[in-house]
Nanobody, 115 residues
């Protein structure tokens, strides 16, 4: 089990930017593919962006070109840089491994995009 803490969420106007961080306990973090997920009210949790231990990335079509996922294994931290945010990006954002383990879910961080 990995203890995950997400941070960096907040309120932003459409077109704005935010940078999310995910910090994990445990040195084994560096060997796992990781991902950001999000869940909007009334919707299922969805994968937003994933990154392998080697740095290869994959994105949901809805965020391609706007979001960038990265990781710093030395700091046990993963990031999600979000630009050109849209109201439909509003959700609670979570990090986990890819594929995820239910025991890893943290509290998430709320992102709200509105004018």
């Amino acid at each position: 089990q990995v203890h995950l803490v997400e941070s960096g969420g907040g309120w932003v106007q459409p077109g704005g930017s935010l940078r999310l961080s995910c910090t994990a306990s445990g040195s084994i973090w560096s060997i796992y593919p990781l991902a950001w997920y999000r869940q909007a009210p009334g919707n299922q949790r969805e994968l937003v962006a994933a990154i392998t231990d080697g740095g290869s990335t994959n994105y949901a079509d809805s965020v391609k070109g706007r979001f960038t996922v990265s990781r710093d294994n030395a700091k046990n931290t993963m990031y999600l840089q979000m630009h050109s945010l849209k109201p439909e990006d509003t959700a609670v954002y979570y990090c986990n491994t890819d594929p995820y383990f239910d025991s890893n879910w943290g509290q998430g961080t709320q992102v709200t995009v509105s004018s």
